[in-house]
């Protein structure tokens, strides 16, 4: 497909939205206490390094969406949740960073497990 | 991947200095970058994912010194000749075309 004048205006307007409009259980829910997977692919990943085998809190879901790290491969879109999981500076970057700062990262549910 | 671009956390980086009243692009050509992907991702068949994935296979020498939308060039440049779209002779073609025009005008 081409891309024509008339197709523009969509385009620029909506995006490449990952939003998948498949019905999939959540793993998680807001107020779950998660631990992230130690994963290292040499494949595309949206799992941040910084936060492998850190703890933090789900504080809130988006939906469903295409699973990156399969999408960038062409094996499939494997449609799952993705959160908002809050972790606190200290956990992140030791016992030097103020207890009072926290970051929200954008992790999906494959990337993570109850603890 | 554990690649280059996977900068969070590190030091020895500097500061992020925004700049005031940022335009959208810096130049025109930024633009011209930022329409080739609507342009290209359909007819090409890749995913945004793709997309990203390429960014990050650049050389690690080369992510660090280019522009954001230096970036997004390198990955058209790789997703377009490994489909046989563009091939990389016609690409060094056009670049050396283009160079040519640059120090004729200039």
């Keep these: 497909m081409l891309l024509t004048p008339e197709l523009v205006p969509v385009v620029t307007s909506t995006g490449a939205s990952a939003r998948v409009a498949a019905h999939v259980a959540p793993r998680f829910r807001a107020g779950d206490q998660v631990l992230i997977r130690n994963w290292q692919p040499t494949t595309h990943t949206r799992l941040p390094g910084y936060i492998r085998g850190k703890k933090g809190v789900v504080e809130k879901d ?10 960038a491969h062409g094996k499939g ?17 030791g016992d030097q960073a103020s207890d009072r700062d926290s970051l929200r990262v954008d992790v999906f549910d494959d990337y993570m497990d109850p603890r | 991947m554990n690649g280059i671009h996977d900068l969070g956390g590190r030091h020895g980086l500097g500061p992020i200095n925004p700049e005031p009243n940022e335009p959208v692009f810096h130049a025109p050509w930024e633009g011209r970058a930022f329409g080739l992907f609507a342009a ?3 007819f090409a068949g890749y995913t945004v994912d793709e997309f990203r994935h390429a960014i990050e296979n650049m050389d690690p020498a080369h992510y660090l010194e280019s522009s954001y939308y230096e970036h997004w060039m390198s990955a058209f ?30």
Excluded at chain 1, 62 to 71: C, E, I, L, R, S
Excluded at chain 1, 77 to 93: D, G, I, M, N
Excluded at chain 2, 78 to 101: D, N, P, Q, W
């Design chain 2, 77 to 106: 440049e790789h997703l377009l000749t490994t489909r046989g779209i563009v091939t990389r002779e016609e690409l060094a073609a056009k670049v050396a075309e283009l160079s040519k025009e640059t120090n004729r005008c200039c």
């Design chain 2, 40 to 42: 290209t991702f359909v």
């Design chain 1, 77 to 93: 879109e494997k449609p799952q949740h993705c959160y908002s999981v809050r972790f606190t500076a200290r956990e992140l970057w």
């Design chain 1, 62 to 71: 988006y939906g469903v969406f295409a699973f990156p790290d399969t999408h």
